[in-house]
């Protein structure tokens, strides 16, 4: 009890840090996770890029950017819909801005042209943006329906139930599945482009 207090006044005072912190973590740990236990890799061949990468878009983005979206954009977007008034129709709208906008026309897109560039040092920027979208295209229905299963009732919850400081936190917890889901699904690929090219020709 001692250490929920101290992590939610932490959170509470220092919201944007208590965000970024909790979300760099996840994507280190969830990734390793995927790649220890799942890919059964060790010593030199654990894929220390790809980690960094998911640390470094964890903190940036899942805790900064959502922090900022989550408290700041998706509030203005709904600032005619009375809080205390319509407390469920809110959480309601926030659900579905997060669940049918920010994620699939923002997150996704970004997470994939981010994790080309950042793994794949041997495609340029163009190229990298480029394949990064192509796999968001291919992707978008699966990715949707999984992130759905997961976040709606999640999120509903989340915007429901808690304050402002809360939200990043308790969505980067949830989010812990996710980045395992993400990194089985779809961490290999970037690293593995040039040589699935070669294998084609």
Avoid at 47 to 75: C, E
Avoid at 124 to 136: D, P, R
Avoid at 154 to 174: C, D, E, M, T
Wanted: proline share 4%.
């Amino acid at each position: 009890m001692r250490l929920y207090k101290t992590a939610h006044d932490f959170a509470q005072r220092y919201p944007i840090s208590a965000a970024a912190i909790a979300a760099g973590l996840k994507g280190v740990s969830a990734d390793q996770c995927v790649q220890r236990f799942v890919e059964k890799r060790s010593g030199p061949s654990i894929d220390w890029r790809r980690t960094v990468f998911f640390a470094n878009f964890g903190w940036l983005y899942v805790g900064v950017g959502q922090y900022a979206i989550f408290n700041g954009a998706f509030p203005l977007a709904l600032r005619s819909v009375d809080f205390a008034a319509g407390r469920l129709r809110r959480a309601a709208a926030m659900t579905f801005l997060d669940s049918c906008v920010h994620l699939p026309f923002v997150y996704l897109p970004l997470f994939y042209c981010s994790r080309e560039a950042f793994t794949n040092e041997a495609s340029a920027w163009k190229e990298s943006i480029k394949k990064g979208v192509n796999t968001w295209r291919t992707n978008l229905l699966h990715d949707c329906t999984l992130q759905a299963a997961i976040f709606v009732p999640i999120q509903g919850f989340n915007f429901y139930f808690n304050p402002a400081h809360l939200r990043v936190p308790f969505i980067v917890a949830a989010g812990y599945i996710w980045m395992i889901v993400l990194s089985v699904c779809r961490g290999e690929e970037g690293l593995n482009s040039l040589e699935n090219e070669a294998d084609e020709i």
